[in-house]
Nanobody
Framework: QLQASGGGLVQPGGSLRLSCVASGFTFDDYAIGWLRQVPGKEREGVSCISRTGGSTHYEETVKGRFSISRDNAKKTVYLQMNRLEPDDTAVYYC????????????????WGQGTQVTVSS
């Protein structure tokens, strides 16, 4: 299981830190991704991190604003989101998969329940 938290309402330019806590599988073996979805659109990859944390990838519009990290001892992945923009508004999901990192939603095995992020003044 994956449990995502940390979403909320924030003004443009503000920050949020999302957390994703894993249980029930060998966390160290899994790459983790953060993906987001708005109504009427497909789920899109935001960022992902390899099982050791040595490799990361970001969607173009969040580069320089978002930062992904993981603490394998705590079985937790974080997404630090700075300089948030209204277009970042979405439900954010964390997901896990064995193997290489990817931004493709269909390649993930385990999913969290999602946490709402709303950026609005």
């Amino acid at each position: 299981q994956l449990q995502a938290s940390g979403g909320g309402l924030v003004q443009p330019g503000g920050s949020l830190r999302l957390s994703c806590v894993a249980s029930g599988f060998t966390f160290d073996d899994y790459a983790i991704g953060w993906l987001r979805q708005v109504p009427g659109k497909e789920r899109e990859g935001v960022s992902c991190i390899s099982r050791t944390g040595g490799s990361t990838h970001y969607e173009e519009t969040v580069k320089g604003r978002f930062s992904i990290s993981r603490d394998n001892a705590k079985k937790t992945v974080y997404l630090q989101m700075n300089r948030l923009e209204p277009d970042d508004t979405a439900v954010y999901y964390c997901a896990a998969r064995l193997g290489f990192i990817t931004m493709q939603a269909e390649l993930y095995t385990y999913w969290g329940q999602g946490t709402q992020v709303t950026v609005s003044s």
